[in-house]
Structures are given as C-alpha cells and as structure tokens.
C-alpha cells in the first residue's frame, strides 16, 4: 500500500516525505559538486550516479510566471530560482497576482494537493 506523502515515483520517496514534513529537498552531484531539480539518481551535469538529497533553505525568486484562468479557478505557475542555483516549477500562492514581477524575492510554503500529498509551493518573501 502506497503511502499518502508520496506519490509513488520511484527514487523520490525522500522527497516526498520531507515535504511532508515541511522540508523542501533538492539533488546534489558529489562527483561535480552541482545541485540540480527534478530529483533524480543521475546528475544531469556529468552524468555521475553519486547523488545525495540535501535541504534547500527553500528561498529564491521568481523566474518566470503566467496566470491561468480556467472558469471561476485561477492558479499561478512559476519557474523559481532557488538560491541554491536550481531552477523549479511550482504554484505562487498567497498574494495578488498584479503584485507579482520577474526577480520577486519568494519563500516556500506546503500544500496539500489531491491525492492527499504535500507539495511545495511560493509566496512572496515579504509574507513569510
């Protein structure tokens, strides 16, 4: 039986399971040295199988957004740069979407999503 904090995607169960305990994790390379998102086994830099999950401050700034309206629901979408360097999808939450702009300051926040697990999510730093 599958538990409800992970979404049973193999080698991310780490992951998963920080969020669900408020701890946002990311990939590092010890062969390179680069951190890297998606989590995944391989780095993506030089190819290296000597990864280890480490605790990202959960701090960075917007990338890119867009503002998806769909009936009555509306979501924001973001590419955030961690400052760890990392680039993420992710939802901007808790605010007003016409306050948002390239290079805001954001701060992670969890969120339960359907199926039951937690996700990461931003807001802006300021409401931390």
Excluded at 94 to 122: K, N, T, Y
Aim: net charge negative; proline share 6%.
């Amino acid at each position: 039986m599958q538990d409800k904090a992970t979404p049973g995607i193999l080698g991310t169960e780490a992951y998963w399971q920080a969020a669900s305990e408020g701890r946002l994790l990311i990939k590092r390379c010890r062969a390179c040295g680069q951190a890297h998102f998606y989590p995944r086994d391989i780095c993506p830099h030089c190819l290296s199988a000597d990864t280890e999950w480490i605790e990202s401050g959960g701090t960075g700034s917007l990338y890119s957004y867009s503002r998806v309206v769909r009936g009555s629901d509306d979501w924001t979408i973001a590419f955030v740069r961690l400052d760890e360097g990392v680039t993420m999808m992710s939802n901007v939450v808790d605010c007003d979407p016409a306050q948002l702009r390239v290079g805001l300051p954001v701060s992670v926040v969890f969120r339960p999503a359907a199926g039951g697990h937690v996700v990461p999510m931003f807001r802006p730093a300021e409401q931390v």
